[in-house]
């Protein structure tokens, strides 16, 4: 009887310990480390931090059935220093955010069976517009020759441009 008591009480005191760990250090204070680990973390978005009050769409086929407008895709990878570079730009920028408001808006960590959605090749960062019609626009490009795509950080304002080109192109084509 007396074992089994002790037994429940070093059990009720593990618990305890555990419920209350509060990591004060010696001068009274919490620690740094403890409070950086107990931050609310939030879920994550179909956004995955590029402009989470955008809506996104959470399939390339839900993108083309909302089609009433531009698509915008943005293919990346989490674990990508390039594409988390861009990211940061892309989501920061206060007029693309407000531009990016009018397409329909789609973000793949995936590649995708579609082959129009890799026409130059599988590689990230990559944006692609596709217009209403369901073509990818092949004239609204980055800056380079052998990923046509692609994106950096510094090519924001060519982005902007782009995005501004293919809601212009949709006025006066359609």
């Given at each position: 009887m007396e074992k089994s008591l002790v037994s429940v009480f070093l059990l009720i005191?593990?618990?305890?310990?555990?419920?209350?760990?509060d990591a004060i250090t010696k001068?009274?204070?919490?620690?740094?480390?403890?409070?950086?680990?107990?931050?609310?973390?939030?879920?994550?978005?179909l956004s995955r931090g590029?402009?989470?009050?955008?809506i996104w769409t959470q399939t390339y086929e839900e993108a083309l059935f909302k089609a009433k407008s531009n698509i915008m895709i943005i293919h990346h990878l989490e674990d990508c220093p390039h594409s988390q570079?861009?990211?940061?730009?892309?989501?920061?920028?206060?007029?693309i955010q407000k531009l990016?408001?009018?397409?329909?808006?789609?973000?793949?960590?995936y590649e995708t069976t579609d082959k129009h959605l890799s026409p130059d090749g599988q590689y990230v960062p990559r944006i692609l517009f596709v217009d209403p019609s369901l073509t990818v626009r092949a004239d609204i490009t980055g800056r380079y020759s052998n990923r046509l795509?692609?994106?950096?950080?510094?090519?924001?304002?060519?982005?902007?441009?782009?995005?501004q080109k293919a809601l212009n192109l949709l006025k006066t084509e359609l």
């Open positions: 005191i593990a618990v305890a310990h555990t419920l209350a760990k001068d009274g204070k919490r620690d740094a480390k403890e409070v950086k680990d107990t931050k609310i973390k939030l879920p994550q978005t590029w402009g989470d009050y955008l570079a861009l990211k940061k730009v892309f989501s920061e920028h206060k007029e990016a408001e009018k397409f329909v808006l789609l973000n793949l960590v795509y692609a994106y950096e950080p510094s090519d924001i304002p060519l982005l902007y441009s782009n995005m």
